[in-house]
């Protein structure tokens, strides 16, 4: 494996050189009690990835958020940045500004928190997302990212342009979603690992309106069976999908200009308190996210039920309506043959 030069780099490292052993890089680590401490407090699992990180066994987990902007960040990163939107895109991209992943409609209702937000050349919108869980991000999440983009673009321009404002000042907005493992709608199509999409009519009308998507498979790249192209596209969506320093040192190989982000991420291998504080803060959102989920699975579990109930109560009442209306009915037919026989009786007496 290649050995890379840590001393390239001038920022100043917490430790001369990273451990060999997991047993070591735990020493180390009880020389600071604070970050021992931090250390201990996460589960085992992360305690075990944190440790075969720091010994050189696996890279960084790049598709979780802290990790992700640790490397693409436009503040520090956007020649990243650019390039990766721009090999999914398929068009080249060039971001002229940073917004926040969350702002305030005219309202004072909260937007929809994205991952990063990029304002780029040509006044357009793009927003990367990396997803672990297919749950978290459906169709309608999606949807709803797309739509308030396009809505924040709108609220800015009028507001800049003021009496001047035509919708043509109006530019497309982009929604890049990067899915670690995702749902059963993407293991359909295994021949594809990007998708691209946007509104089309089906009679071809030629209108391009402003709302595009490209949808990013990561676990269907891993486990493509055919030719990958070696490309740009391809290139960025292996280092995402690295798992071991060794799988590095091959796709170094092929591209070598992923040699420098390879080096950082091994250059971090001596810098545990800044590691630790991306591990706390991605284990935290985890935390967040995971509880969000629990209760909008029990919000929908709930209405469901409630839902089967109504269902279950409305079928009740049609069946006891159709009892009654079957006794009516059966009274009723009584209650005429009664009518017959005495006018019958009545006839026989004269």
């Not at 440790?51 to 987990?61: A, N, Q, V, Y």
């Amino acid at each position: 494996m290649t050995n890379y030069n840590l001393q390239s780099y001038a920022s100043p490292v917490e430790w001369p050189a990273p451990p060999e052993t997991a047993e070591e890089a735990v020493q180390l680590l009880k020389k600071s009690p604070t970050l021992f401490t931090e250390y201990h407090a996460m589960d085992k699992q992360w305690r075990h990835r944190f440790l075969d990180f720091l010994t050189g066994k696996k890279s960084l987990p790049l598709t979780y958020d802290p990790f992700f902007k640790r490397i693409f960040h436009p503040d520090i990163h956007q020649d990243r940045l650019e390039s990766l939107i721009s090999s999914l895109l398929g068009v080249e991209v060039k971001i002229v500004g940073i917004l926040p992943n969350e702002d305030s409609m005219l309202s004072g209702e909260s937007f929809v928190v994205m991952d990063l937000l990029v304002q780029i050349s040509g006044g357009g919108l793009c927003a990367v997302e990396i997803q672990k869980q297919p749950y978290a991000f459906s169709e309608e999440r999606l949807s709803c990212y797309s739509a308030d983009l396009l809505m924040r673009q709108y609220t800015r321009v009028r507001g800049e342009r003021g009496k001047d404002f035509t919708y043509r000042d109006i530019k497309k907005v982009y929604v890049i979603v990067i899915y670690e493992k995702s749902s059963k709608a993407f293991s359909d199509c295994p021949d594809h690992y990007v998708h691209y999409g946007k509104t089309v009519f089906d009679t071809g009308l030629g209108m391009d309106l402003l709302q595009e998507y490209c949808l990013v498979s990561l676990d269907v790249f891993r486990n493509f069976q055919y030719h990958k192209p070696q490309n740009r596209q391809t290139a960025w969506l292996s280092l995402l999908a690295t798992e071991t320093l060794a799988d590095a040192d091959a796709w170094v190989q092929i591209y070598p200009w992923l040699e420098e982000i390879y080096q950082e991420i091994a250059m971090l291998r001596t810098k545990p308190r800044e590691v630790l504080g991306m591990y706390s803060e991605m284990i935290r959102t985890l935390d967040h996210n995971t509880l969000k989920f629990i209760v909008e699975e029990l919000q929908q579990k709930f209405e469901e039920e409630h839902t089967a109930r109504e269902a279950e109560r409305m079928e009740k009442e049609a069946a006891v309506k159709a009892v009654q209306t079957e006794r009516a009915e059966k009274e009723k037919v009584l209650a005429e043959n009664e009518e017959l026989k005495k006018r019958l009786a009545k006839w026989e007496g004269q």
